[in-house]
């Protein structure tokens, strides 16, 4: 019983991708999650970056058990309760990105969820 957390930061090179992996307990909210597996500090920017409406973040989630997805544009807000079994992904893009990093970031997070 777990969850996993995709980061991708592309907003420099070399891009930055993590993966981390969080054991899973009822009432576990994802901001408890990321802070458990990327700590306080990145979480707030994460949060920050969410209560802004930045373009530079998408976070989001898949649950591999149910099949469920979040919407489109991902989330606003990481105050909701995560069930077992789910990726959450957070991805940093901006206007230095480049093709080649998007597409690196695709091919890395594909594997991580095989």
Do not use: F
């Amino acid at each position: 019983m777990s969850i996993k957390i995709l980061y991708t930061d592309l907003r420099t090179v070399p891009s930055k991708l993590e993966k981390c992996v969080v054991e899973w307990q009822p009432d576990l909210t994802a901001l408890q999650v990321l802070e458990k597996a990327l700590g306080e500090t990145l979480t707030n920017e994460v949060e920050r970056g969410l209560k802004s409406n930045s373009r530079e973040i998408i976070v989001s989630w898949y649950n591999e058990s149910t099949g469920d997805v979040s919407e489109i544009g991902g989330v606003g807000t990481l105050e909701w309760h995560i069930p077992d079994d789910t990726v959450l992904t957070i991805s940093y893009e901006n206007e230095a990105t480049t093709q080649q990093q998007v597409d690196e970031s695709i091919k890395w997070t594909l594997e991580q969820e095989l």
